[in-house]
């Protein structure tokens, strides 16, 4: 038996391997991220992640707070209102930050700001100081979200791919590990140590991490060319319905995730005498499953279209919701039982309430 030349082991081998080393990350030769890309993508999926861990641990101690406070549900309802104020006036601000200081530069400052800011609701014994604390939380929440998302989209037009679900599915992962934690402490842990607790994990997070950022300069944006400015064209009527569609979505959308993460946990656990720790499980199911769609959204996308998937998902969310604001008790088997939440059987009225009118919301605008 004839055994092959060394020179033709070498001529076949090394082609193949060529081809293993395009395939990896990185690679030479693909369409692949280049090395900086990589980690900047791996920086940025861990700042994700941070939002949603630490947003899914404040999240889980809003029942544990509510007690501490002696707030009614309705005065509760006022201070919680304290975080999207917050986030809205932040929001219309980081543009700008962004546009002067870099949306990598803003995302680190919010990432040092928003673990602080955590700590912050434990430590009040009032609805009008919860809701004031609230209020910083919220703009630190909103700023990070609005130059991480920044970032990402800078990044996803230098890859050239659609990469954006993975960074809110990390968002989603980072809920649902936030929750998980939550939940097994949330019996025997108070609710400051837990959340100064994540204040210490937060930082040093982004002390790991936003050095990555930092040293990425995004690529310079292309000169003006000297000439007459062309004057401002409106948009005809047909785009400026669609913006306006599209808003109502994110609209409806924000409002009943923002009903399941302020009220999931109360609901559970005084609505339906759920375990603290099993209330804190309700938020962490639902950040696994937002996981899930998240990372299946650019297969998604890819086969069923953009309409398709909006609209697929849209209904999916509003038979969720309206099938866990009609469920009256917990059972060890999970039988549904219909019948409105906060009727008169004893329960609080609110928390079911504030669910089923997130679903009106939810469902009319998808």
């Known amino acids: 038996m004839l055994r092959p030349s060394p020179e033709r082991l070498y001529a076949e081998f090394v082609p193949l391997l060529n081809k293993l080393r395009t395939a990896l990350p990185g690679g030479p030769g693909g369409d692949t991220a280049p090395p900086a890309s990589a980690r900047l993508r791996t920086a940025l999926t861990v700042f994700f992640a941070l939002?949603?861990?630490?947003?899914?641990?404040?999240?889980?101690?809003?029942?544990a707070i509510k007690q501490q406070t002696g707030a009614s549900a309705s005065t509760l309802g006022l201070a919680l209102l304290g975080v999207s104020a917050g986030a809205?006036?932040?929001?219309?601000?980081?543009?700008?930050?962004?546009?002067?200081?870099g949306s990598h530069a803003v995302t680190v400052a919010c990432g040092v700001l928003l673990p602080l800011s955590i700590a912050l609701p434990a430590q009040t014994h009032s609805a009008l100081s919860l809701g004031l604390v609230l209020l910083v939380f919220g703009a630190a929440y909103g700023g990070m979200n609005v130059a991480m998302n920044s970032a990402a989209v800078d990044l996803v037009a230098e890859l050239r791919r659609p990469v954006m679900p993975s960074f809110h599915a990390a968002f989603s992962l980072g809920g649902m590990v936030g929750a998980g934690l939550g939940g097994l402490v949330a019996g025997g842990l108070a609710a400051s140590?837990?959340?100064?607790?994540?204040?210490?994990?937060?930082?040093?997070?982004?002390?790991?991490?936003?050095?990555?950022?930092?040293?990425h300069r995004p690529a310079p944006a292309a000169p003006e060319t000297p000439g007459p400015r062309q004057p401002k064209r409106r948009l005809p009527p047909r785009a400026r319905r669609i913006v306006v569609l599209f808003g109502v979505i994110a609209l409806c959308t924000a409002y009943g995730e923002g009903a399941l993460a302020d009220w999931g946990a109360l609901h559970l656990e005084q609505d339906l005498d759920a375990h603290p720790g099993l209330a804190a499980a309700g938020y962490a199911l639902f950040a696994l499953t937002m996981t899930a769609g998240r990372l299946s959204g650019t297969i998604l996308l890819e086969r069923l279209g953009q309409t398709r998937t909006l609209v697929l998902g849209g209904a999916t969310a509003s038979a969720g919701m309206m099938l866990g604001s009609e469920r009256k008790a917990?059972?060890?088997?999970?039988?549904?039982?219909?019948?409105?939440?906060?009727?008169?059987?004893?329960?609080?009225?609110?928390?079911?309430?504030e669910l089923r009118a997130s679903c009106g919301w939810h469902g009319s605008s998808r």
């Open 193 to 215: 140590t837990h959340l100064f607790l994540l204040a210490g994990i937060g930082l040093l997070v982004t002390a790991f991490a936003g050095p990555s950022l930092l040293r």
């Open 51 to 63: 939002d949603g861990f630490l947003f899914a641990g404040w999240v889980v101690r809003i029942p």
């Open 330 to 353: 917990l059972g060890p088997a999970g039988p549904y039982q219909p019948g409105l939440v906060g009727e008169d059987d004893g329960s609080g009225p609110v928390a079911g309430s």
């Open 88 to 101: 809205v006036i932040t929001m219309m601000l980081t543009g700008r930050l962004c546009h002067r200081y």
